[in-house]
């Protein structure tokens, strides 16, 4: 029981990481293409 304890811990923490860095790129790479279509902003 402890086992997958740990390893459903573990795949949990591992998707929200990636989740979390796809994110952030997609979030940057958005802000990228405003700041050049808007350069005022």
Same mark, same amino acid.
């Given at each position: 029981?402890?086992?997958? %304890?740990? &390893? !459903?811990?573990? %795949? $949990?923490? %591992?998707? &929200?990481? #990636? !989740? #979390?860095? $796809?994110?952030? !790129? !997609? ?8 700041? %050049?279509?808007?350069? #005022?902003?």
């Amino acid at each position: 029981m402890n086992t997958y %304890v740990l &390893l !459903l811990i573990c %795949v $949990l923490i %591992v998707s &929200l990481a #990636g !989740l #979390g860095s $796809l994110y952030y !790129l !997609l979030n940057r790479n958005a802000a990228r293409r405003r700041s %050049v279509r808007r350069p #005022g902003r």
